[in-house]
């Protein structure tokens, strides 16, 4: 049950700071790290959340 509302709290984060990582895809990787982390701090998402779904927007923004 645990993994699972840890899942749930993730792809949540991930849907919120996709809208904000859109805007920055000419950023470099300090500049996201700092625009979308701050996003995703000031809602609630702990470190360890915050920190899988920025590595994972900064993999998935070379497709857009």
């Known amino acids: 049950e645990e993994v699972v509302m840890g899942l749930e709290e993730e792809e949540e ?15 470099d990787y300090e500049t996201f790290r700092r625009m979308a982390g701050g996003l995703l701090r000031r ?11 920025l590595r994972r ?8």
Request: hydrophobic share 35%; glycine share 2%.
């Open 57 to 64: 927007l900064w993999e998935e923004r070379r497709q857009w």
């Open 43 to 53: 809602r609630g998402f702990d470190y360890e959340v915050t920190s899988r779904v």
């Open 13 to 27: 984060a991930y849907r919120a700071a996709k809208k904000k990582v859109k805007s920055l895809s000419s950023a």
